[in-house]
């Protein structure tokens, strides 16, 4: 089971960037879904996370309003929209698949991960 992320890059302050986690060899919507990031010299943190079948999300705080968790289990991918973003919010994001139909705060709960992709916002 593999996830791949995509979707990051450099952006201004201000900006808004989509990430996509796509899944292969296996069915995305057997996984909830979450979002976590981890910024240089900082531990993972938990982002956002999305049912199976995306009627439940949860958002951290610090970005509530901004980030917007979705799916689209025909396409076997999920996304991770984030507007407005801060320098702050650089990191690199990753996509995980817990085997459950609501998402975990913890990354321990989670299985399986993509690789990674970086986000950069200047200011």
């Known amino acids: 089971a593999q996830l791949v992320t995509s979707g990051g890059g450099l952006v201004q302050a201000g900006g808004s960037l989509r990430l996509s986690c796509a899944a292969s060899e296996f069915r995305l919507d057997d996984y909830a879904i979450g979002w976590f990031r981890q910024s240089a010299g900082q531990e993972r943190e938990f982002v956002s996370g999305?049912?199976?079948?995306?009627?439940?999300?949860d958002v951290a705080e610090s970005v509530k309003g901004r980030f917007f968790v979705s799916r689209d289990n025909a396409k076997n991918e999920a996304y991770l929209e984030m507007d407005i973003l801060k320098p702050e919010n650089t990191a690199v994001y990753y996509c995980?698949?817990?085997?459950?139909?609501?998402?975990?705060?913890?990354?321990?709960?989670?299985?399986?991960w993509g690789q990674g992709t970086q986000v950069t916002v200047s200011s």
């Open positions: 995980a698949g817990h085997a459950r139909d609501y998402p975990s705060q913890s990354e321990e709960d989670y299985t399986t």
């Open positions: 999305i049912s199976y079948n995306g009627g439940y999300t």
